[in-house]
């Protein structure tokens, strides 16, 4: 049995890989953590504060928020636990400290644990291959009206994807195109828009723009249990990994990926 500690048990995503765990075997969630209130009343197992429950062996797996989960990261390789990250929008320092940490445990990172998104990915990779270089590239993506940070983690890892499909050319992603005379399109730009409302669990679409013909690959996620099924398989692949920051890519190589 693989001891998972979950961290932002009662969040969305939380709740989604604990419904994922009870159809699961191999897996048993030791301790929930959660700084919200909003758990069970005296349900047990549940604790405000990771420091308390994390010990050598267990993976944690955690979709909360930058700041917890860089000090979930920290605190991992202090106690020799692995880590299943699934937080968006760190910035450059909190990502630092996750990689720094990952040079002590196994632990896999991703903005979106979707099987679906990992095929979208390889596919925009083959598509770009294949087009020639001057097809336009935009990303549209949208979620649901809580979601706290813009654009998705899953688009801006589109966007590194064309960017490095192209070599690297084009710089920055234009994230949305403003207001007023903004002007024709840049060449070998990659615009990237964000729509948030209801609640979309999470659509990314990218359109390709030749001249007179255009090809739009996309991805609908449905339901979050599409993520927290990636997220067990992360789990799995971490209980028996050496210290590194490995990715779903990883995982699925190891052809052990979600079902
Ligand atoms: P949410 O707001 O519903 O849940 C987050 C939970 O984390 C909340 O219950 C909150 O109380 C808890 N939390 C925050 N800080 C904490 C701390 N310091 N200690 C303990 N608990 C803490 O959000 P969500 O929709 O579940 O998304 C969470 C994160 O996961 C976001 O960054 C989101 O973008 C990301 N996400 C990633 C994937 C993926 O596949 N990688 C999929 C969906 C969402």
Redesign the pocket.
């Known amino acids: 049995m693989i001891p998972i500690v979950l961290?932002?048990a009662?969040?969305?995503?939380?709740r989604a890989v604990e419904q994922a765990v009870e159809g699961s075997p191999g897996f048993v969630i030791r301790a929930r953590?959660?700084?919200?209130a909003?758990h069970p009343a005296g349900a047990s197992g549940w604790s405000a504060d990771?420091a308390g429950v994390l010990e050598a062996g267990d993976v944690a797996v955690e979709?909360?928020?930058p700041?917890?989960c860089a000090a979930l990261a920290t605190l991992c390789a202090q106690r020799g636990a692995g880590l299943v990250s699934?937080?968006?929008?760190l910035d450059p320092a909190q990502d630092e400290v996750v990689r720094s940490a990952a040079r002590r445990v196994a632990m896999v990172r991703?903005?979106?644990?979707?099987l679906g998104v990992a095929v979208l990915r390889r596919a925009l990779r083959t598509a770009l291959a294949a087009l020639p270089p001057g097809w336009d590239v935009e990303i549209v993506e949208r979620h649901h009206r809580?979601?706290?940070?813009s654009p998705s983690?899953t688009a801006l890892a589109l966007a590194g994807d064309a960017a490095a499909a192209r070599g690297g050319e084009g710089g920055e992603p234009r994230f949305g195109r403003g207001k007023g005379r903004t002007g024709p399109r840049a060449a070998g730009e990659i615009g990237v828009h964000s729509v948030r409302g209801g609640t979309w669990v999470?659509d990314h679409t990218v359109l390709l723009a030749g001249e007179g013909e255009w090809l739009e690959l996309r991805h609908v996620a449905q339901d979050?249990l599409a993520?927290a099924h990636?997220a067990l398989a992360a789990a799995r692949f971490v209980a028996g990994a050496a210290p590194g920051l490995y990715t779903l890519e990883d995982v699925l190589a190891t052809g052990s990926g979600p079902q």
């Open positions: 961290v932002g009662a969040g969305r995503m939380g953590v959660d700084r919200a909003s990771v979709f909360s928020d700041e917890a699934g937080t968006t929008g991703g903005a979106n644990f979707s809580l979601k706290a940070d983690g999470g979050r993520f990636g």
